[in-house]
């Protein structure tokens, strides 16, 4: 048993340990000397080495593997160092690998790990509506007072409520406010950049005076940074309200809000006339809810007791809260909320990044193994002189983890780079930093470890047992690289294909000569009638536009993000996602989505139900839709009346959507949407449209949107994708040819005599090339098929990133198999044209 | 790997068990502090030259030793004036050399009994 004071004693011999060794050299000299003053002349012989005499003493105290940790550390930095090519090529291949791996952990850190800087951030949870089949991110602000009101668990509740198209003095480009409960600031320790924040008894009540806080950024751009802004009235929707101050330059707000305008929640109705929000209404609404837990209470207790206040709420509305509804709380305190589909694409993410680094240590692993065969003088020598095998491999081990270690820091920098030029391109939020925190620290340490046994172990134990020379571990490694190679090659190709299908591919609907008009009139405070009256009017009047071709309403703006609404069925066992739209009988000809089978709506029509021929082909293979009934996603009593042609207007990406059209009737009129199809370039209607609304009612300020460009910068992104997972392709595969040019390069040396003789004994140089390059075709075709099926199983996750393009596509597949023959035949034949070009007497005299 | 490597064998060369020689030294230390030599030289004496206490056990034995606290080391001057290490018994090694004693006793005891009786 090892007592405390034990561990002190040697603790404290670590520190002292220097002087300790010398005490003891002198102490046994001086033992060495007395014995042969006593006349044992013998002694200075029989003593033995007293170095080792000395290491033997010294073991009492455990800490001699230090001294041997350091002694094989330095002999792998001389080894390295004496081959600085060797080194150089292992360590960059490393630190891809490795780089590329830290980069991805970095962003999923900032992203998911990371608290936001605000107050006390592990308690704050996101509440959501959620029931087994239905979902939605917002609530109405009177359940939400009644959760917060009722709630023990939850020592405060924060609402926000995002709202664009607001109007800043007069200026063209409209702004996105935040409309938030007064502790929402008070809640997060917000400091202000300049003046004050939102307070909730000074600014939060229906008569208090109405004001604004700016963002950094608005203040920034609009005001100069003048400090002197404070304290000033300016007019937001015509409503004049004071500066009261600015909020911070690196702003944490939940979310990843990032509005131009903040305004307390009760005023809402002031800078929005006849704004309906606060008012009680059932259970759907607006705001976004967020809470922070009372001490000591965890997440699950507060779904508990939310639970609870659920049952109650549906005494008070039972038509709104859903068939077992509940409240779910996830934490909230931090840049992303995690739901199922960013986990999916985030595991998808890193497995491909995974599988460089797999590539690259199977590319390190073969260069490893070929060099254990130019040392084998070496480690043959080493042997003789009497190391054991536990030895030679410790120390190749140590060599390996050195090489490692050296990866693994060039790949955080390079990694640390990668970020810094991403975050400045992607908009990242100002508090984040590229610099890595002790998360990616530690995950850097434990991959280079991974990444030190991946590559390292094999050829270790096969060198210390001097079996390098056997092949199949080699041929192992290489069809490893050539199956993940494969794997990311087919997936870049897949997303290359996507994102020019997205690009050139005809979505199924007309983009070009549309455009959105938002005159947002629900939150205005319209009424179905007046909606109705208003909609008529700007109908006429944009109709009277020369170049206006048509005029339609609906629920959905195609290729928006703002109130989309999608329904998960299970139609005949598969999970199908469909896109409820409102619409009015123009809607199909604007979009110019064609009419398969049927009619079309007569307007305001009841019980009539179009739904696209994806829709129909799921639900009734092979029969006749029209006239039936139970349209999955419809109503009761709903008949389908038309078929459409497929048009992924609310998801691009995912080609298994499928949609469903309802007429839009008076009470839907307030929350529609008008899309205006024009015959020519549709670009300058903007203020025209615009100054159309504000005749017939000042107070609006829409948003106007061209469809091609939600288009444009959807499909860029699709092609961002595209671009960063075919780098990470390309990177597999250059790293797979580096390991196949080394491989080829070593077997001919290696083989030189051999070839040789048989070019001597009269062999052609093509039967010799195909011998030396037979040893590799085995792995590679073995791994090509790997790498395919693999790709076949594991790509049906991307199938809702797409765009269409079926997981199967052939052309990716055999676009990245016969890439990789390509490199292969390129590096192979680059080092084996060496053995054709052989000298045969010269290589035979060396020998 | 380990933190702490124990000496591969507890049987040193000199074919005595290691725990009796600790006993061996902690007995001599407690007439007085002495050096590395003087406590070798001390048993090969009091044992008639019987017991021979190489350099090689006697020297892991007193590590281990002053890693268990049974004595403590301090400089002096030898008997040629050369500084040298003295060790000293503390009161752990004082109650480890009966607690030793006691067990050796008893075992020689046990022995004795059987070689009487059988």
């Known amino acids: 048993m090892e007592t405390i004071l034990e561990m002190l004693r040697r603790i404290g011999y670590l520190l002292t340990r220097n002087r300790r060794r010398r005490e003891l050299e002198s102490e046994m000299e001086f033992h060495r000397e007395m014995s042969v003053r006593a006349g044992k002349p013998e002694a200075r012989r029989s003593f033995g080495n007293p170095d080792r005499l000395q290491e033997q003493a010294r073991e009492a105290w455990g800490w001699t593997w230090i001294d041997r940790l350091v002694q094989d550390l330095s002999y792998a930095a001389r080894t390295l160092r004496r081959s600085p090519g060797f080194t150089l090529t292992a360590v960059m291949v490393l630190a891809i690998g490795i780089g590329v791996n830290i980069t991805a952990f970095s962003l999923f850190n900032m992203m998911v790990l990371q608290y936001l800087p605000i107050r006390d951030p592990q308690s704050i949870v996101r509440l959501q509506r959620r029931s087994p089949d239905a979902s939605t991110n917002s609530i109405s602000y009177s359940s939400m007072m009644f959760y917060r009101d009722h709630a023990r668990t939850l020592s405060a509740v924060m609402g926000t409520f995002g709202l664009g198209g607001q109007r800043l003095e007069e200026d063209m480009e409209s702004k996105l406010a935040y409309y938030v409960t007064g502790n929402y600031f008070q809640e997060l320790g917000t400091r202000p950049e300049v003046g004050r924040l939102i307070d909730a008894a000074r600014d939060d009540t229906p008569a208090a005076s109405p004001v604004v806080v700016l963002s950094y950024g608005l203040w920034q751009r609009r005001y100069g940074s003048d400090t002197g802004v404070v304290g000033k009235v300016i007019h937001i929707n015509g409503k004049p309200a004071t500066v009261i101050g600015v909020t911070p330059y690196a702003l944490a707000a939940l979310g990843s809000a990032h509005p131009d305008l903040w305004m307390p929640l009760q005023k809402l109705p002031y800078f929005l006339d006849g704004n309906t929000t606060l008012a009680p209404t059932g259970s759907s609404g607006d705001m976004e809810m967020w809470g922070r837990l009372a001490p000591g209470v965890t997440a699950k207790a507060a779904e508990q007791e939310l639970l609870g206040l659920t049952n109650e709420l549906r005494k008070q509305y039972p038509k709104d809260i859903w068939d077992k509804e509940y409240i779910r709380a996830d934490p909230g305190g931090h840049d992303q909320i995690l739901e199922k589909d960013t986990v999916m694409i985030m595991s998808a993410v890193g497995s491909l990044v995974f599988l460089i680094l797999v590539v690259a240590c199977a590319n390190l692993g073969g260069l490893l193994l070929a060099r254990g065969v130019s040392r084998e003088h070496e480690i043959g020598i080493r042997v003789a002189i009497g190391a054991g095998r536990g030895r030679i491999f410790r120390q190749l081990f140590t060599e390996s983890l050195l090489l490692s270690a050296l990866g693994s820091a060039t790949g955080l920098f390079l990694g640390y780079a990668t970020l810094r030029i991403f975050m400045a391109r992607a908009n990242a939020p100002l508090w984040m930093t590229a610099t890595p925190d002790w998360r990616v620290i530690l995950f850097t340490v434990a991959v280079g470890l991974v990444a030190a046994v991946f590559f390292g172990l094999a050829p270790a134990m096969q060198i210390a047992r001097q079996r390098q020379r056997r092949t199949i571990i080699r041929q192992i490694l290489l069809g490893a690289q050539i199956a993940a190679s494969c794997l990311l090659l087919i997936v870049a190709g897949l997303l290359v294909r996507a994102a020019e299908h997205a690009l050139y591919a005809n979505p199924g609907f007309g983009f070009e000569q549309v455009v959105a008009v938002d005159p947002d009139l629900g939150t205005h405070g319209y009424k179905p009638a007046d909606a109705r009256n208003f909609l008529e009017q700007f109908r006429q009047r944009v109709q009277q536009i020369p170049g206006v071709t048509s005029v339609a309403l609906t629920s959905m703006q195609p290729l928006g993000h703002n109130k989309v609404s999608k329904i998960s069925n299970t139609i005949n066992g598969h999970l199908v996602s469909i896109f409820p739209f409102t619409v009015d009988p123009s809607f199909f000809q604007t979009m110019q989505v064609p009419l398969m089978r049927g009619r079309n709506f007569l307007p305001g029509e009841q019980h009539a139900v179009i739904i696209s021929d994806s829709l129909a082909q799921k639900q009734w293979p092979g029969e006749d839709p029209l006239g039936k009934q139970d349209a999955s996603g419809s109503g009761p009593g709903d008949v389908v009346i038309g078929v459409v042609a497929n048009a992924r207007m609310m998801d691009m990406r995912d080609g298994d959507t499928v949609e469903l059209y309802h007429a839009a009737r008076e009470e839907d009129m307030a929350d529609l949407t008008v899309l205006v199809g024009t015959s020519g370039v549709p670009d300058g209607l903007t203020p025209a449209l615009r100054s159309i609304a504000q005749n017939l009612d000042p107070k609006l300020f829409p948003e106007v949107r061209l469809l091609k460009g939600e288009f444009h910068r959807e499909t860029q992104s699709a092609g961002n994708i595209a671009m960063i997972i075919s780098l990470l392709g390309f990177v597999a595969a250059l790293l797979a040819g580096l390991g196949i040019v080394g491989l080829v390069a070593y077997s001919v040396s290696q083989r030189t005599r051999e070839i040789a003789i048989r070019l001597a004994l009269g062999a052609s140089r093509m039967q010799l090339l195909g011998a030396i390059l037979r040893q590799f075709s085995w792995p590679v075709v073995l791994g090509l098929i790997a790498g395919a099926a693999a790709t076949a199983v594991v790509s049906q996750v991307l199938r809702g990133m797409l765009y269409g393009v079926s997981n199967l596509d052939p052309l990716s597949y055999a676009a990245a198999i016969a890439l990789l023959i390509g490199i292969f035949a390129v590096a192979a034949l680059l080092p084996a044209r060496r053995a054709l070009k052989l000298d045969v007497a010269r290589a035979l005299h060396q020998e | ?118």
């Not at chain 2, 030793?65 to 400089?75: R, T």
């Not at chain 2, 004693?101 to 004795?112: C, G, M, P, S």
Request: aromatic share 6%.
């Open chain 2, 1 to 118: 790997m380990p933190m702490f490597r124990m000496p591969k064998s507890d049987t040193p060369k000199s074919g005595m068990p290691s725990g009796a020689l600790a006993m061996l030294i902690l007995r001599v230390l407690h007439s007085g502090p002495l050096h590395g030599y003087a406590i070798a030289q001390r048993i090969h004496v009091l044992s008639s030259e019987v017991l021979e206490v190489e350099e090689g056990s006697l020297y892991p034995a007193l590590q281990k030793i002053l890693l268990k606290g049974w004595a403590s080391a301090e400089w002096g001057i030898s008997e040629t004036n050369r500084k040298v290490r003295f060790y000293r018994l503390t009161p752990a090694g004082q109650k480890q050399l009966e607690t030793e004693l006691e067990d050796y006793a008893r075992v020689t005891e046990a022995i004795q009994s059987v070689l009487r009786t059988a």
